[in-house]
């Protein structure tokens, strides 16, 4: 990593609030560099705080581009942080409008040329894409990583029409955390505690709405900008990473926009920046990378950015299983478009007499986490106890040259049930011949969702059926002497949510099943692909003080061998206690468990727990956030449960709890 602390440009930063057309006014931070001409803005918009949670990552990025000609501005959502207002669900349609008036002040400040980009990752990535899809006029390009276009079946709610229970709840009791924080009184002033208590009363846990929509309704195709990709006026630079779940939009984006104004870029990398180093690597200098993209849409300048490939990609050389990797062998390949007429699709016929699928409910333990952040226990381990409680079909690599696959490989399943619902879960894994099996990429389908995410569709009892879906796209070099192992599942839990029945699982006939692998034949050029090394501002200079407590497990999972049980213990370890520069003492600890009996899909249980501290001593200020928040099912339907404490020291100021029973119409 290379610190600069020199650049083109000296810089300022000051806190300003931006006006609604309602009178709530968003708190922003602007960089801007030192001089007399007028420069593009930079807009990154998300509600995750940036007087503390981001303020370490946003040091890292605004100020450099700053440094280099642009004003780089961090704005908090409506509800969050230090803007006014009350939170809202996610991307609805006042976040939205907010962010289009944004926009456009900016557009209109004297020291602003009038264009304007947006960047962001996750909830920023995802609301640059949603607002270019509105098409503000200033609005003429965006770098949006790690995001979607499609709410419903690629983010954290549903998967193949299935609950995403690790996400679906994790997200909500996270979300009714974040948005119980109080405003900052060094920034929000004496108001501070009138505007918390007035957002807490508002309060509404998401997950009562999430799990209110079970199928690709209106709600979901709101802020999908798969709806409309016509819809996109300003020029995309789409970002993933292979072990981020939302890899597959990048993909998408790159088939369906124009060619002259889309690019993408899919590294080995989690749910992060690409230049933050945090595995997997190698990292690469991004924010180099994103300078040549707005240079070139935001100033005119010709920096070579759009004569590179439509699509850049990492294929990863085959590799032992390890919950962390430091970096990850591999190389960059290029395609100049997509589908490529490179990569070519391969049909592996599965062989066999019918076999009956009944995984014990609690395969998928080995899954990892959904959303790997770089820690040492988020990816999955080795697979072999997960393929034992599947039926699996293997494919041996000969001498000679490997098997390379880019992109989403698919599985047809030939099907029978006995019940009506169900699930299937299709992972692909590299075997080593020593026998350890490595996960590459795996997808899911609710089986009632066979025909379309729109509805749900029993299963015709005692009937085949033949059901294809994707698995989530990967590059991947499978080794002369490994095998290509397909293992299919009727449980994943706590990935996918069970339904009453699905114990019974199904009976799938190899002999109408088949792997499509997108093999791709390797090209000449693949190897003038390079980037910078990693390039950041001078960083915050957060203290971690040291503690006396035992470090707790990431990741733990328990058996109870007389009760045929199993429990998940996480921590997601988001960020731990830390004291910032301007004497913030922030505080924050969680933990989500995840239990199932490996024969009852109606024993499954979710449970999280918060607990936030923000003090500042100098002011004699001390808030504190506490939050619980359960799932469970029965045969009808989900059971939710959730919990606020709020204190000011030692004064309870809010305390409120939820119960619901939302019936279980598909998922």
Not at 236 to 246: E, K, R, T
Not at 617 to 639: K, M, N, Y
Request: proline content about 9%.
């Amino acid at each position: 990593m290379i610190i600069r602390t020199d650049f083109p440009y000296g810089t300022t930063r000051e806190d300003v609030r931006i006006p609604m057309a309602d009178g709530v006014e968003l708190y922003a931070r602007i960089w801007r560099p030192v001089t007399e001409e007028p420069v593009p803005a930079l807009l990154e918009y998300l509600p995750y705080r940036l007087t503390d949670w981001t303020a370490p990552r946003d040091r890292q990025r605004h100020p450099w581009y700053a440094g280099h000609g642009y004003a780089s501005v961090r704005v908090d959502v409506r509800g969050h942080g230090c803007s006014g207002g009350r939170p809202g669900d996610e991307y609805d349609a006042r976040e939205l409008a907010d962010g289009v008036a944004v926009v456009e002040w900016l557009a209109a400040q004297p020291w602003c040329t009038g264009s304007v980009g947006m960047f962001g990752i996750s909830w920023g990535g995802f609301n640059s894409l949603q607002i270019a899809a509105l098409a503000p006029e200033p609005l003429k390009a965006v770098v949006t990583v790690c995001s979607t276009d499609d709410r419903y079946d690629n983010d954290v709610h549903y998967m193949g029409g299935s609950v995403l229970a690790v996400d679906m709840h994790a997200w909500a009791a996270a979300m009714l955390a974040f948005a119980s924080r109080p405003p900052d009184p060094l920034f929000a002033g004496d108001g501070w505690r009138r505007q918390w208590l007035d957002r807490l009363e508002s309060l509404e846990p998401l997950v009562h709405t999430w799990l209110s929509h079970q199928t690709r309704d209106g709600y979901w195709r709101h802020g999908s900008v798969c709806e409309d990709y016509g819809a996109i006026g300003a020029a995309v630079l789409a970002v993933g990473g292979w072990h981020d779940p939302y890899r597959d939009t990048v993909l998408r984006l790159v088939e369906h926009l124009p060619a002259d104004r889309v690019r993408g870029l899919i590294g080995p990398w989690s749910h992060q920046y690409p230049d933050r180093g945090l595995p997997p690597g190698p990292a690469i200098g991004f924010l180099q990378e994103t300078l040549r993209w707005w240079d070139h849409w935001l100033k005119g300048a010709d920096t070579g950015v759009m004569r590179e490939p439509l699509l850049r990609a990492w294929i990863s050389d085959s590799h032992p299983p390890a919950t962390v990797y430091e970096e990850l062998p591999g190389r960059w390949v290029g395609e100049k478009a997509w589908p490529s007429a490179s990569v070519v699709p391969v049909p592996y016929g599965l062989q066999g007499a019918p076999v009956l699928v009944a995984s014990p409910q609690h395969t998928g333990v080995d899954a990892g986490r959904f959303f790997p952040f770089g820690n040492e226990a988020d990816l999955p381990p080795d697979q072999r106890e997960e393929d034992a409680k599947s039926a699996c079909f293997e494919f041996p690599v000969g001498e000679g040259e490997p098997v390379e696959v880019l992109g989403r490989p698919s599985v047809t399943l030939r099907l029978r049930l006995d019940v009506p619902y169900g699930q299937a879960v299709a992972r692909l894994c590299d075997v080593a011949p020593d026998g350890s099996s490595t996960l590459v990429t795996r997808g899911a389908l609710n089986l009632s969702a066979r025909r379309g995410r729109e509805q749900a569709v029993p299963w015709p009892v005692g009937a085949y059926e033949d059901v294809t879906f994707e698995l989530n796209g990967i590059g991947h070099s499978f080794p002369p002497g490994h095998r290509i192992r397909l293992a299919v599942s009727s449980a994943y839990w706590p990935w996918i949510w069970p339904r009453a029945g699905s114990e019974a699982g199904w009976t799938l006939d190899p002999a109408g099943s088949t792997l499509t692998l997108p093999v791709r034949t390797p090209s000449p050029g693949d190897d003038g692909i390079v980037f910078d090394e990693p390039e950041q501002a001078e960083p915050l200079g957060v203290v971690f003080p040291a503690t006396l407590d035992e470090p707790r497990p990431e990741r733990l999972v328990v058996r109870d061998v007389a009760r045929g049980t199993w429990r998940l213990e996480v921590d997601p370890r988001y960020g731990g206690t830390r004291v910032y520069p301007d004497g913030l003492e922030f505080s924050e600890d969680a933990r989500e468990v995840y239990e199932i009996q490996e024969a009852d899909p109606l024993s499954a249980r979710t449970r999280s727990e918060w607990k936030i501290r923000l003090h500042r001593p100098e002011l004699g200020w001390d808030a504190r956030v506490e939050t619980r928040s359960e799932i469970s099912c029965d045969e009808g339907g989900f059971l939710t449960s959730d919990e606020v404490v709020c204190r000011e020291g030692d004064e309870v100021v809010f305390h409120r709890t939820w119960q619901r029973r939302l019936p279980r119409a598909a998922g």
